[in-house]
């Protein structure tokens, strides 16, 4: 009798450590550059592993490719019907000058043909954000903060009695985002993510209220990727490794791209450890989108702990994964 108990307290303490699958939120600006297809490849690799769960995949970018681009992801990785979702503001319209975007959209399926048949985005955060448990959500933004500024302003609606913020508060456990640069002077710096609407990027870093950890440009910056995907034979009829391929090749480039969008995947579903390490620090965001570092412990920056070709690695295996192998 007592091996019977013993085994079953065992089976009981292995499922209470077995760990659920994150709860992801993917805001995006896709199409400017291909980092976000890397970083869409990694969820969704995480998700098809059990580490991660897709909520909604959502763009901060008005331009047109923008959410045909996300369904075009979404249906190759077996998950169509994850909701999609875009600002239907008219800026920030940052186009994909590469054309990248406009390949993969005319190769390959994808439910949504045109931005306006997209949720927009406000109401979709509102939407999710009710239905999950308390404290559960890990919002990812790897593009500009024009959505997460205007769901802090939003209003009771039919989702949720709460205004944006107590939203935020109730449902959402850490915001992670690839945000943000400190140059050599240890000051600050001027980072895309943060200067193209640099007036959402103020009221964010001012107003979250939940953990805020950021991956600045140094370092993606130093992760390159994309080089052992395009000269992977064993990979065909993939928009992940046809987006690389244009965009590498275009560049001239054959290094391999910066990792900036797929640091912040990483960590939102893995964790800081063992990658990296972080110190405690703060921003104020200028007008011009420049931030400055003060006094402060708000968010938590990351710094490099294994090398950059280590993690690089890491990222580079997800990014090659296959959906249904």
């Given amino acids: 009798m007592k091996k019977y108990l013993v085994i079953s307290f065992f089976l009981v303490s292995l499922a209470s450590f077995a760990q659920k699958p994150v709860a992801i939120i993917f805001d995006t600006d896709i199409g400017p550059d291909y980092d976000d297809v890397g970083a869409m490849a990694i969820l969704h690799a995480l998700a098809d592993k059990g580490e991660a769960k897709i909520l909604a995949t959502i763009s901060c970018n008005a331009f047109e490719t923008t959410a045909p681009t996300l369904s075009v992801l979404n249906t190759y990785f077996n998950r169509p019907d994850i909701p999609i ?34 949720a927009d985005a406000v109401k ?4 999710i954000l009710a239905a999950q448990p308390d404290s559960s959500v890990t919002m990812v933004s790897v593009g500009f903060f024009t959505n997460l500024a205007h769901l802090l302003s939003s209003t009771a609606d039919e989702y949720s009695s709460l205004n944006g913020k107590e939203l935020i508060i109730k449902k959402v456990k850490k915001l992670v985002s690839m945000a943000a640069r400190i140059d050599k002077d240890g000051i600050g710096g001027y980072e895309f993510n943060v200067m193209v609407d640099a007036q959402s990027s103020k009221k964010v870093f001012a107003e979250w209220p939940t953990t805020f950890i950021l991956s600045g440009f140094e370092i993606g910056e130093k992760i390159l990727t994309g080089i052992r995907l395009i000269n992977n034979d064993s990979i065909s009829n993939s928009p992940v490794k046809d987006a690389f391929h244009i965009a590498l090749q275009k560049d001239n480039n054959l290094v391999g791209r910066n990792s900036w969008d ?23 965001i200028q007008d011009d989108g420049k931030d400055i570092v003060i006094p402060g412990e708000k968010f938590i920056y990351l710094q490099f702990k294994e090398s950059p070709e280590v993690i690089g690695r890491v990222i580079e295996d997800l990014m090659m994964h296959r959906p249904g192998k």
């Fill in 124 to 127: 979709l955060y509102r939407k």
């Fill in 262 to 284: 797929e640091t912040a995947v990483l960590v939102a579903v893995r964790g800081i450890d063992p990658y990296f390490s972080f110190r405690k620090i703060n921003f104020s």
């Fill in 85 to 118: 979702g875009i600002t239907k503001t008219s800026l920030p319209n940052k186009a994909c000058g590469q054309e990248w975007a406009q390949a993969i959209i005319h190769k390959y399926p994808h439910a949504l043909a045109s931005n306006e048949q997209a």
